[in-house]
Every structure is written in C-alpha cells, then in structure tokens.
C-alpha cells in the first residue's frame, strides 16, 4: 500500500501555495450570498431614500466581499510568523497510505499522526501538491515531484474509492 508514499518540505512557499485552498467553498459561498443580500437590502435603502442606510448597507457589502481574500491573507501570515519563529524554518514531512487511512510523519520533529478515510473532505489539486483537508480543516500534503506519471492519474481515483464523498478541486494556478 505504499505506491503513495511521498516526502517534502513544508517551508513559506508551500504555505503560501495552499494558503487559499484552506478556506471551505461553503464558507466562501455563504459569505458571498450574504454580500448579494446586502447590497440588495443597501439597494433598497435607496429607493426608499434611506441615505445613511444605504451607505451602511453598502459598507457591510464591501467588508462581506473581502472577508474570504482577508481570513486567508491572516492565516498565512500567522503561520509564516510560526514558522519563522522555529529552527530550521521549514517542516521535512512524509505521508504514506495504508488500508484504513493516511499517515504523516514529522521528519524534523519526529511526530507522527494519523487520519482515517473518512474524515477527509476535499481534495485540491494545486501546481505541487494534493492538498487533503480534513473536517476539523487539517491538511495533509502529497508532493506531485514524488509520484510517477503512472501515480499521478490514478491518485485521486484512488482516493474517491476510499474516502466517502469526497470532494475534489482544482486550485487556481497564480
């Protein structure tokens, strides 16, 4: 069960490429809606000549509209400033699947954790990486430069047979 086993650093540039992916869909989706209703509500205000509302309205609109980009932004910026403070200022890891779930080992700190199939609940495939994330938004890493061709094609295939309703993305390429 090993043909996954996969090695890497967890350094700024990791973090920064999966920074974005880190936010649930439908987190982001209810945040939008919320923004649409809003500025409907900011609309409406002014029909009805409302000025200070309609201001207010349109205030809370802008904040709901950037809160996503603003929640990512904080979290990467957090989590550079830990692993600025630590010595080396990157994480060695490795990951490997075995019959009930997926095993990361911390190769710097020498901790080791497990998550079955079952709690992972998406899947984003980023330029470097398949980023796993869990329902308590942990994430897992496969590094893409430690998988064959051969592996590459048939990973997430074998991850959708193996966890239930699994969910699978693209990451946006920057």
């Known amino acids: ?31 939008r809606i919320y923004a649409v209703v809003l500025a409907l509500l900011g609309i409406l205000m002014l029909i009805a000549r409302k ?9 809370f609109t802008v904040l ?10 904080r979290r990467l910026s957090v989590t550079i400033k830990r692993l600025n403070e630590v010595e080396p ?5 490795e990951s490997f699947f075995t ?17 079955s199939y079952g709690v992972i609940q998406r899947a984003v495939e980023t330029p ?13 890493l496969v590094f893409k430069d430690c ?6 094609e048939s990973f997430l295939p074998f991850l959708r047979e193996q966890c239930p309703g699994l969910r699978v993305k693209k990451g946006r390429k920057r």
């Open 1 to 31: 069960m090993d043909q996954y086993r996969t090695s890497g650093v967890l350094d700024e540039a990791a973090y920064r490429e999966i920074s974005r992916v880190s936010l649930s869909p439908r987190y982001v989706w209810f945040i």
């Open 51 to 59: 000025y200070h509302y309609t201001a207010l309205f349109a205030v």
């Open 64 to 73: 709901f509209a950037l809160t996503p980009g603003f929640i990512s932004r």
């Open 89 to 93: 200022k990157y994480i060695r890891t």
């Open 99 to 115: 019959v009930d779930g997926v095993t990361l080992q911390n190769l710097t700190s020498g901790a080791q954790a497990h998550l």
């Open 128 to 140: 470097h990486y398949f980023c796993l994330l869990t329902k308590a938004n942990q994430f897992v």
């Open 147 to 152: 998988l064959t061709p051969e592996q590459l």
